[in-house]
């Protein structure tokens, strides 16, 4: 299973030999003399089933891999894959159970934001806390003390105690002392939420600016975006064990595969509970997702043909009603809202049942989930008959196209033309 | 921009990874500004919402002092001379002792939020709430000179015992607060025991009597003679810790006014204290690995 990670002629900063931790479940250890005692007289009848190790949990098993100085790596997997205990083994947080852990230079670890923050201190005093807590002797924090102010934009509010800092605030602080403590590796484990849009993308380049520094970065995020961003190279955990290292791409393509084939198969997954309105008029019966062979779906690859079907029961005669659908990507994003009349779909009067289809002919949606939202409102546009939003998600699975930035593959393509084409002529 | 510090360390560690006191002291040494931000937060979060911040830490045992010289005086009028100072002398040395023993038994689990996120010398925090109790202890001490030359008693050159005494406290102080802090990581009821321990130890430490009142040179028991008063400061190091301060400060039963002590004596009480702080140091190292996944 150990699988090494570009080597180069230097010794790697992180190493991890065959590393496993178990973490004992919490009944086997009692948290007070009273459940001492009892579980001290309770003892022969527990001897007897033997269940120390049925009752243990390997969070993490026989893991070992390398990092090179200057690389960045992710670590990805599921909620409870064993990435936050990797995280805390390398940040010497956590002990292993077996193997080896070598890791050099110093560690400043994004666990949590400004973890050690005194509520009571003010801002400019858990500066100088939280940076010797990582590591710092004063002369180091005193040269970098203006930029870590400057960077969390918190000049008029650092000396005011950080327990009346709103939540965002108190974040920028303590990312910015994190990133301004120059640490050998940078341990970030999905922060990236800090603040505002602006406040993310400004800690993201700070990022980049360290790794060009020469800083090893680790970085656990689900965000295949940020980890194609930011890592060179990605670590799957599954249940503990290390499902696959490599390239960022070929991991995480492996990764989303995976997650593709863990998923049950269903018709349309229509989400368990969505809001749901209109005058009932006219009611959306079902919505289908077809493919190229007429075959119901709920996963399509990019640039496959997907026919959208919503049927419909009409319960009084409807002039001209108008359909419309909605796109938009799990993180919420609207990407597109086609709907029947900007399509010219006449219908003139509509009674009774039936069904219209959306034909997509080349899917343009890059690997990921969807949402649908499926609708018929009044022709005049005033009323909705019916409104199901977001009550279907489908998913686009990998291997459709190359692309992988954003979200849609546009229908295009790219031409070369150099400035002084002689050379054609010849 | 900065880049990366050179590396200037390599820390490999495994299942049996055993403590070396080498490494060890070099990286406390490396984090000791941290050590210093410790006991300063300490501080200055015990003050900062308090109107008098600072001020509290001589008038509190002004305050007991008061307290107890009107009870005693009432209670028992026995003639002890210049009681408050008798009182005082052995009030806050007791302070500083059930002070940095009560905080310092939460010195980890206070700070889990720290110890599960971020790696440094986990013995700072224990040794910074002791440090920070003993910054209250100077303060508390110039209330004690104070008094010494409000009742006449003044300094003699005694007091150069203060030192080697105060030295004793604290290494059996550490001592303690090693083994209440780890050990309350897995029994939350050290809290509790430990506010009733230090109740009864206050009434067997001589601090608002002296052992002379109530034992004679000698007693029996078992058809064994011995000095009641000598066994109760073998078995309790904080009685002679106590009557050692008085002794250099204050002074004895039969005597005036300060008077020396016997070097021996304390000398026994260091021993004493540095087992405990061995035996408490080893119980803390053994231990601590498993913090960042108890808290």
């Known amino acids: 299973m150990l699988t090494k990670i570009t080597p180069e002629d230097t010794l790697p900063i992180i190493r991890l030999e065959n590393v496993s931790k178990r973490f004992a479940f919490s009944e086997e250890q009692p948290n007070s003399f009273m459940e001492l005692v009892i579980s001290r007289l309770a003892k022969p009848q527990k001897a007897a089933t033997n ?139 999905e922060i990236l939420a800090v603040g505002d849009q602006k406040f993310q993308e400004k800690c993201i380049s700070r990022i980049y600016d360290m790794q060009q520094s020469g800083v090893t970065i680790v970085l656990v995020s689900h965000s295949a975006d940020m980890l194609r961003r930011l890592c060179s190279h990605l670590i799957w955990m599954e249940s503990g064990r290390l499902m696959a290292a490599g390239p960022t791409e070929e991991v995480l393509q492996k990764y989303l595969e995976f997650l593709y084939d863990q998923e049950p198969r269903k018709a349309i997954e229509q989400t368990s509970s969505f809001e749901r309105w209109g005058t009932g008029d006219m009611e959306i019966t079902g919505v289908r997702l077809i493919d190229s062979t007429g075959q119901e779906r709920t996963s399509f690859k990019t640039n496959e043909l997907m026919i959208v079907e919503m049927a419909y029961q009409a319960h009084r005669p409807i002039t001209e009603p108008e359909f419309g659908l909605a796109i938009f990507h799990q993180n919420g994003t609207h990407i597109t809202g086609p709907n029947s009349r900007v399509g010219r779909l006449k219908t003139g009067i509509v009674t009774g049942s039936g069904v219209v289809r959306y034909h997509i002919e080349r899917l343009p949606l890059l690997p990921g989930r969807y949402r649908l939202t499926a609708a018929i409102h009044d022709s005049r546009y005033l009323m909705a008959h019916d409104y199901h939003k977001e009550a279907y998600s489908f998913e686009v699975a990998p291997g459709g196209t190359q692309e992988t930035h954003g979200l849609i593959e546009l229908p295009a393509h790219w031409e070369w033309q150099p400035a002084h084409s002689t050379q054609s002529e010849a | ?263 021996s004596f304390l000398l026994r009480t260091l021993i004493q204290s540095l087992i405990i702080l061995f035996v408490g140091y080893a119980i803390f190292v053994r231990t601590e690995h498993l913090f960042g996944e108890k808290l």
């Open chain 1, 51 to 189: 269940t120390t190790h049925e009752h243990s949990l390997w969070a993490v098993h026989d893991v070992s891999f390398a990092v090179w100085p200057g690389q960045s790596i992710g670590i990805i997997g599921r909620n409870g894959s064993g990435k936050s205990t990797l995280m805390k083994l390398i940040a010497r947080i956590l002990r292993p159970n077996e193997g080896r852990i070598t890791v050099r230079g110093r560690v400043s670890a994004l666990l949590e934001l400004g973890a050690g923050f005194h509520p009571d201190l003010t801002g400019r005093e858990n500066i100088y806390l939280n940076a010797s807590v990582l590591g710092l002797q004063k002369a180091d924090i005193e040269r970098h003390f203006d930029s870590v102010v400057s960077f969390s934009e918190l000049d008029s509010f650092i000396d005011m105690p950080v327990k009346h800092y709103s939540s965002g605030m108190y974040m920028r602080l303590g990312f910015s002392v994190a990133v301004h403590v120059s640490p050998n590796i940078l341990i970030i484990d």
């Open chain 2, 1 to 263: 921009m900065s880049g990366p510090l050179p590396i200037v360390e390599t820390y490999t560690y495994d299942a049996n990874t055993r403590w070396h006191w080498r490494t060890r002291l070099r990286e406390l040494w490396l984090y000791r500004y941290l050590l210093y931000n410790l006991v300063m937060r300490d501080l200055k979060a015990r003050y900062k919402n308090s109107l008098l911040g600072i001020l509290w830490s001589l008038l509190n045992p002004l305050g007991l002092m008061l307290v107890f010289t009107v009870v005693f005086s009432v209670l028992r009028p026995d003639n002890i001379r210049q009681f408050p100072v008798f009182l005082l002398v052995a009030l806050i040395p007791w302070r500083l002792f059930a002070g940095a023993l009560a905080s310092g038994s939460e010195a980890i689990i206070n700070n889990s939020s720290l110890i599960k996120k971020v790696y440094f010398p986990r013995e700072l925090l224990p040794v910074s709430v002791l440090l920070s109790h003993l910054v209250n202890f100077f303060f508390g001490f110039i209330v004690l000179v104070a008094f010494l030359y409000a009742f006449g008693l003044g300094l003699t050159r005694y007091v150069f015992w203060v030192p080697v005494i105060l030295l004793t406290q604290m290494i059996f102080t550490l001592g303690l607060v090693f083994v209440l802090s780890s050990v309350a990581v897995f029994y939350r009821d050290v809290q509790m025991i430990l506010d009733v321990v230090l109740q009864a130890w206050f009434f067997l430490t001589p601090v608002f009597y002296s052992f002379e009142t109530f034992f004679g040179p000698t007693a029996t028991l078992f058809g064994i003679t011995f000095d009641p008063t000598r066994v109760m400061r073998w078995v309790n190091p904080m009685a002679a810790i106590i009557d050692s301060y008085r002794t250099v400060l204050w002074g004895t039963q039969g005597s005036l006014g300060p008077t020396s002590m016997d070097p």
